[in-house]
């Protein structure tokens, strides 16, 4: 570097540091902070996990999007595990997302930007610092990042060593989703072996006939001649939510191409409900790094909060800096979202709106399960789309908590899972996921959505 280059960057990382004096909510409390510095030190240390091009490239599909030219398709575990980061889970997850990638695009004939919630969604904000089980008071659990999900002392005390090994995990599995991805798994003429569901469910009948369209299509490209490279590799991109930032800062990086920052953890990064102020230690860190950034809002967000995180995030209101991901609840969202998309309009701001049906819709079923009704899932998407239909807005994406698995998580879909039911196969470690059927059902109601 020349000096006038270290002078730069020195300058960068002290506006970006300006964070550090703001108050940072849903931050563990570790036992040792020096412990804190020498996993920030090994962070610092490892190589960025993606590159800041890639994230470029990301924001300029995410203005395509933002322009009704494209439609964000961005899904994953609520709270991804170490535990579940195994080839096979991994596989699946990607195909559930490629399989949904399909129905939408071949669905609305538009491309289909493709973002897993992977490869660093292991922290988790939570209502409670604490957790009560029968008499016994330990520190919730915060996501594989901080600690276990174990109810034991040992396991609930935050270790920042955890950093270091989520930072490996990620890396691992970014791999594993880059070769299948580029290396043939995601080839079109794979679109049958994708499916994996039971041939009896109805969206999996409806699948295996959209596919073998998509297979003649792709033999009479074939016979013509026809070799696009799109057809057997994909772009596909990994986001989480940015929420501890002894994590996100050592990962942050200036690029050798311009000299700017970048949160090399992930390509897209996400500011969560509960962090959202703009006096706040999250917004503020995330207005220093370039790249595209998402913002959930809730029920209770103004069009004014809205405009001010514009002005803190996207000031020069770049297409694609900048992501809504409204989450209101499928009784609120009627009453709510025109508005907000006519205030923002109005001033003449254009980010991306995307929908996350589910955090809105959370319920505690008669049996103490965490779980949302699919049916609440599907009514809050249609009224996405009816709200930017009213005030003639793009609906450009679905943010949903899925998984690849057969798991029992969520109330209702065409399988028709009931309470009793839920006790079968519920996994998730935090909040209830779309099981694979789920969520091939839901893409075809958006693709429906789109056709319209
Ligand atoms: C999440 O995406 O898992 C989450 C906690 O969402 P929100 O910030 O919208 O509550
Ligand atoms: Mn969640």
């Known amino acids: 570097m020349t000096s006038q280059n270290t002078d730069t960057a020195a300058r960068a990382f002290a506006e970006l540091d300006a964070y550090r004096a703001l108050e940072a909510k849903q931050q563990p409390t570790w036992p040792d902070p020096a412990a804190v510095q020498v996993a920030s030190d090994e962070l610092a240390a490892q190589p960025p996990l993606v590159f800041a091009g890639e994230a470029d490239q990301l924001r300029t599909r995410l203005a395509a999007a933002a322009r009704g030219e494209a439609f964000l398709l961005q899904g994953g575990d609520c709270a991804e595990t170490f535990a579940a980061a195994t080839a096979d889970k991994i596989r699946d997850r990607v195909k559930t997302l490629l399989q949904m990638a399909v129905v939408l695009t071949y669905g609305a004939s538009m491309p289909v930007i493709k973002v897993g919630r992977m490869a660093g969604q292991f ?60 290396g043939g798994f995601a080839d079109l003429r794979q679109v049958h072996a994708w499916n994996q569901g039971f041939v009896s469910n109805p969206a999996n009948q409806r699948y295996e006939s959209l596919a073998a369209e998509i297979d003649r299509a792709v033999r009479f490209m074939d016979a013509c001649g026809v070799d696009h490279s799109e057809l057997k590799q994909t772009e596909f991109y990994v986001s989480h939510e940015a929420l501890l930032l002894d994590y996100e800062r050592p990962l942050t990086r200036i690029d050798s191409r311009t000299g700017k920052l970048y949160d090399t953890s992930g390509h897209m990064l996400w500011i969560g409900e509960r962090t959202r102020e703009l006096d706040g230690a999250h917004v503020e860190f995330l207005s220093h790094v370039r790249n595209p950034i998402g913002v959930k809002l809730g029920p209770t967000a103004s069009v004014d909060d809205a405009l001010r995180l514009i002005d803190k995030l996207d000031p020069e209101r770049e297409p694609g800096r900048l992501t809504f991901i409204t989450r209101m609840g499928a009784g609120k969202i009627r009453d ?18 995307v929908t996350d049906p589910m955090h809105g819709n959370g319920i505690t079923s008669s049996t103490g399960y965490k779980t949302r009704r699919f049916d609440d899932v599907m009514d809050e998407l249609r009224g996405f789309f009816e709200a930017h239909r009213e005030v003639g807005t793009f609906p450009g994406g679905i943010h949903v908590e899925l998984t690849g698995d057969d798991v029992t998580e969520c109330l209702g879909g065409s399988e028709n899972i009931d309470e009793q039911a839920l006790a079968t196969r519920y996994e998730s470690v935090c909040d209830p996921r779309l099981n694979h059927m789920q969520s091939l059902e839901l893409a075809f109601q958006v693709a429906e959505e789109l056709k319209r």
Request: charged share 20%; no cysteine.
């Open 123 to 182: 922290a988790k904000p939570r209502s409670s610092d604490s957790e009560t089980r029968d008499g016994v008071t330990l520190p919730a659990f915060r996501g594989d990042l901080v600690n276990g999900y174990e109810f034991t002392p040992e396991s609930r005390t935050a270790d920042p060593s955890r950093l270091v090994q989520g930072y490996h995990v990620s890396a691992s599995t970014l791999n594993l989703i880059r070769a299948f991805t580029q």
């Open 336 to 353: 709510v979202l025109p508005g907000l998309l006519a205030g923002v309009r109005d001033a003449g701001a254009t980010p991306l709106w």
